[in-house]
């Protein structure tokens, strides 16, 4: 089979592409990626002598190289979008841009290769955010995204089942909860709070660390995928579950393991529309016989030292990025 991964050089994507050259040797992966801030190619340097990988430098709005580069393929997986939240804030276009048109793009170019199969990654927060008691999210909970982030991800879920019912293009999509793991660009918080607290910085932990995610190691993200393409039905979505931790549970359990206390806490603004609180019932997708073998509180030491131990990886992401908590954030307490 060949197997085209878009954005295969960010987080998850890179760690899919282990976890796929490792589990189906015999197959052939396409890495398309634009090789932006989120992209490195150095996730990937240990595989890029294999000769079943190839890297393919591109924008996925680019129908051209698009078109070329979708030809002969038999699976897309499609995680290439702009996914920080902060960042689609500030440059809300380059979100709609990127996760809409970009989309767009690849499910014409998708339709014309007549590819077996698109799967399409997309995230819980698309469905909004929940209350203390509010039940989790389930694959018929409506559509309420309160971010530019999530509200151009809820336009690709809704292109890549236009393109199912009106074309019958084959599709299915997977909404996850936040990932972590090794590869994680540390702008995002748990890879931000490890490298900030070994460079002897304080972190920035938004209101009173009371916001709640639920959290999925990147390996049982990726399993899951490979189980949605073998076993899941064309057409339908299935939600990636994780652990519920609120913030400052996830704050408190990485000071514990680098042995640091409260004071390394700098307590910041939340930034606009915060979402409270993001919950997914996983039973559609378990009934297909996913099991998630990871748990944060195991897994969690093994990615702080990984940071130890790689820091050629991420200290040179760190260095002369700019901050952008300041321009994002307000002060309110939510109701909640």
């Known amino acids: 089979m060949r197997i085209l991964v878009t954005g295969g050089a960010g987080f998850i994507g890179s760690n899919f592409?282990?976890?796929?050259?490792?589990?189906?040797?015999?197959?052939?992966?396409?890495?398309?990626?634009?090789?932006?801030?989120?992209?490195?190619?150095?996730?990937?340097?240990?595989?890029?002598?294999?000769?079943?990988?190839?890297?393919?430098?591109?924008?996925?709005?680019?129908?051209?190289?698009?078109?070329?580069?979708?030809?002969?393929?038999?699976?897309?997986?499609?995680?290439?979008?702009?996914?920080?939240?902060?960042?689609?804030?500030?440059d809300p276009l380059q979100f709609v841009r990127t996760n809409v048109l970009g989309t767009a793009t690849l499910l014409n170019a998708a339709l014309e290769a007549k590819v077996k199969r698109f799967h399409h990654v997309s995230t819980d927060e698309v469905y909004g955010e929940l209350g203390s008691n509010d039940p989790p999210f389930t694959e018929n909970t409506p559509y309420s995204p309160r971010t530019p982030y999530s509200a151009s991800k809820a336009g690709s879920d809704h292109l890549v089942r236009a393109y199912f019912e009106t074309y019958g293009l084959p599709v299915t999509i997977t909404n996850c909860a936040n990932n972590y793991g090794p590869y994680h660009d540390p702008e995002k918080l748990i890879p931000?709070?490890?490298?900030?607290?070994?460079?002897?910085?304080?972190?920035?932990?938004?209101?009173?660390?009371?916001?709640?995610?639920?959290?999925?190691?990147?390996?049982?993200?990726?399993?899951?995928?490979?189980?949605?393409?073998?076993?899941?039905?064309?057409?339908?979505?299935?939600?990636?579950?994780?652990?519920?931790?609120?913030?400052?549970?996830?704050?408190?359990?990485?000071l514990r393991i680098l042995e640091m206390g409260g004071s390394m806490i700098e307590y910041v603004g939340h930034r606009l529309g915060h979402d409270f609180r993001?919950?997914?019932?996983?039973?559609?997708?378990?009934?297909?016989?996913?099991?998630?073998?990871?748990?944060?509180?195991?897994?969690?030491?093994?990615?702080?030292?990984?940071?130890?131990?790689?820091?050629?990886?991420?200290?040179?992401?760190?260095?002369?990025?700019?901050?952008?908590?300041?321009?994002?954030?307000?002060?309110?307490?939510?109701?909640?």
């Open 192 to 254: 931000r709070f490890i490298t900030n607290l070994l460079e002897g910085q304080k972190v920035p932990l938004m209101g009173k660390g009371e916001n709640i995610r639920e959290w999925l190691h990147v390996q049982d993200h990726a399993e899951a995928i490979d189980l949605v393409l073998q076993k899941g039905k064309i057409g339908e979505t299935y939600l990636i579950q994780g652990e519920e931790k609120t913030n400052m549970e996830i704050t408190q359990m990485i």
């Open 278 to 336: 993001y919950a997914i019932n996983g039973d559609k997708l378990k009934a297909l016989g996913w099991v998630r073998k990871h748990n944060i509180k195991d897994e969690l030491p093994k990615i702080v030292e990984w940071y130890k131990q790689n820091e050629w990886w991420w200290k040179s992401l760190k260095s002369g990025r700019p901050n952008i908590d300041r321009s994002v954030q307000q002060s309110y307490e939510p109701k909640h």
């Open 17 to 90: 592409i282990h976890y796929w050259l490792k589990t189906h040797p015999g197959d052939q992966v396409i890495n398309f990626d634009n090789l932006t801030y989120a992209g490195h190619q150095e996730s990937l340097q240990d595989v890029e002598g294999n000769p079943n990988y190839k890297f393919i430098k591109g924008d996925i709005t680019d129908f051209t190289i698009v078109k070329n580069v979708m030809s002969g393929i038999d699976t897309v997986v499609h995680f290439a979008a702009e996914s920080h939240v902060d960042r689609s804030i500030i």
